[in-house]
T-cell receptor
Framework: AQRVTQPEKLLSVFKGAPVELKCNYSYSGSPELFWYVQYSRQRLQLLLRHISRESIKGFTADLNKGETSFHLKKPFAQEEDSAMYYCALRKYNAGNMLTFGGGTRLMVKP | DTGVSQDPRHKITKRGQNVTFRCDPISEHNRLYWYRQTLGQGPEFLTYFQNEAQLEKSRLLSDRFSAERPKGSFSTLEIQRTEQGDSAMYLC???????????????FGEGSWLTVV
């Protein structure tokens, strides 16, 4: 069975500092990896997916199959980045269930 | 707001009572999902529909839980004989099955909070 681990429950950084939210997964097949974000009082929304290889709001994430990781990075954190971040995995072309990690709360201090 | 909508947003019920949640997906989305989220945890998959057919069910979905999507549009999630362990946020989500893999984005509702006392 697949599993997603986010080792940090809370990550606190100062504005302008680099950010890395860690995500590790276990799955024997070819996964799809996602990052979802939930801002205060808002619904969970997709931030980015590994297939798209895109940068959203300055965030990027690279799938490292050797290390089974999909860490989320941003070179300069902004206060508006403060939110809950969830890493999620979906089995590629084999179902629609998303398996989520436990989430990391990012706090960006002024 | 044309996003996924859920009702009620909050429900407090006594142990042993039945509760029902409703989800209206984004118009024309043919896939609908239910997730459960407890405090400090990420969402956990419960079940999903493609049109009116329920195609996957998690082992988390005990016999007291039943979900329907009778006309392939809105869905209901009923919990019978509620227990305190059922207290959680119940999230609904929807997506559109398309040819483009990148188009199959899952959109979430704001959730329905259940508190069983």
């Amino acid at each position: 069975a697949q599993r997603v681990t986010q080792p940090e429950k809370l990550l606190s950084v100062f504005k302008g500092a680099p950010v890395e939210l860690k995500c590790n997964y276990s799955y024997s097949g070819s996964p799809e990896l996602f990052w979802y974000v939930q801002y205060s009082r808002q619904r969970l929304q997709l931030l980015l997916r590994h297939i798209s290889r895109e940068s959203i709001k300055g965030f990027t994430a690279d799938l490292n199959k050797g290390e089974t990781s999909f860490h989320l990075k941003k070179p300069f954190a902004q206060e508006e980045d403060s939110a809950m971040y969830y890493c999620a995995l979906r089995k590629y072309n084999a179902g629609n269930m998303l398996t989520f990690g436990g989430g990391t709360r990012l706090m960006v201090k002024p | 707001d044309t996003g996924v909508s859920q009702d009620p947003r909050h429900k407090i019920t006594k142990r042993g009572q039945n509760v029902t949640f409703r989800c209206d997906p984004i118009s024309e989305h043919n896939r609908l999902y239910w997730y459960r989220q407890t405090l400090g945890q990420g969402p956990e998959f419960l079940t999903y529909f493609q049109n009116e057919a329920q195609l996957e069910k998690s082992r988390l979905l005990s016999d007291r839980f039943s979900a329907e999507r009778p006309k392939g549009s809105f869905s209901t999630l009923e919990i019978q004989r509620t227990e305190q362990g059922d207290s959680a946020m119940y999230l609904c989500a929807s997506s559109l099955l398309g040819q483009s893999h990148s188009g199959n984005t899952i959109y979430f509702g704001e959730g329905s909070w259940l508190t069983v006392v």
